[in-house]
Each structure stands twice: as structure tokens, then as C-alpha cells.
């Protein structure tokens, strides 16, 4: 049984910064790809950030290149979203997810919110 917890999440102010944390159990995040995603109220899920396995190679929305970092820790078997320079309009529930490098996201976490007043 594959299971995500995403932590981390909480309100800041306009231009302050948080990190996520997802921990992965039942799947290891060394050969995977990760994902964050986010819904902001009233709109549809959307992508935020991948790290495809053990190379690290990453890839970012524009809306949050710059900004937004995703790195992972095989030890821990934790991926983490670190975010700066955050706006109101990253105001979201946040969710990490798991997959196959080249296939489908299988398993998601149940979501962190992350708040940011202006």
C-alpha cells in the first residue's frame, strides 16, 4: 500500500516562504516521479513542479519558476516543495504525487493548505 503525507503547509504573508514535505511509504522516490500540484479555490488542479527519479531532473510551471524549488531525499524517502517569494495567488491546497518516469501519477497524498494573505 503506496501512502503520501504531505506537511508543511500553514499562512504567510506576501513574500515569505514555506517548505512542503511529502514522505513516501510503500514506494520508493529514487526511481519515481514526483509531483506537487495545487488547487486554489474555485479552479481546476494544476501542475506545479515533477522530479523524475534518481537523475533529478526537475521541471516547473512558469507560474512558479524562479521561486519554487523541488528536491528529494532517498534516505527519507521525501520530496519537498521550498517556496519563496510567495503571492496571494499561490494560495492553494498543495498535493504530492507519485508515478512511473513516463507513465501516470498513481498515488496522491491528501493535501496540505498553504494560505498567503497580502
Known amino acids: 500500500q503506496v501512502q503520501l503525507v504531505e506537511s508543511g503547509g500553514g499562512l504567510v504573508q506576501a513574500g515569505g516562504s514555506l517548505r512542503l514535505s511529502c514522505t513516501a511509504s510503500g514506494r520508493t522516490i529514487s526511481d519515481a516521479r514526483m509531483g506537487w500540484f495545487r488547487r486554489a479555490p474555485g479552479k481546476e488542479r494544476e501542475f506545479v513542479a515533477h522530479?523524475?527519479?534518481?537523475?533529478?531532473?526537475?521541471y516547473y510551471d512558469d507560474s512558479v519558476k524562479g521561486r519554487f524549488t523541488i528536491s528529494g531525499d532517498n534516505a527519507k524517502n521525501t520530496v519537498y516543495l521550498q517556496m519563496n517569494s510567495l503571492k496571494p495567488e499561490d494560495t492553494a491546497v498543495y498535493y504530492c504525487a507519485v508515478g512511473e518516469v513516463g507513465g501516470s501519477y498513481d498515488y496522491w497524498g491528501q493535501g496540505t493548505q498553504v494560505t498567503v494573505s497580502s
Open positions: 522530479l523524475l527519479g534518481s537523475g533529478g531532473r526537475t
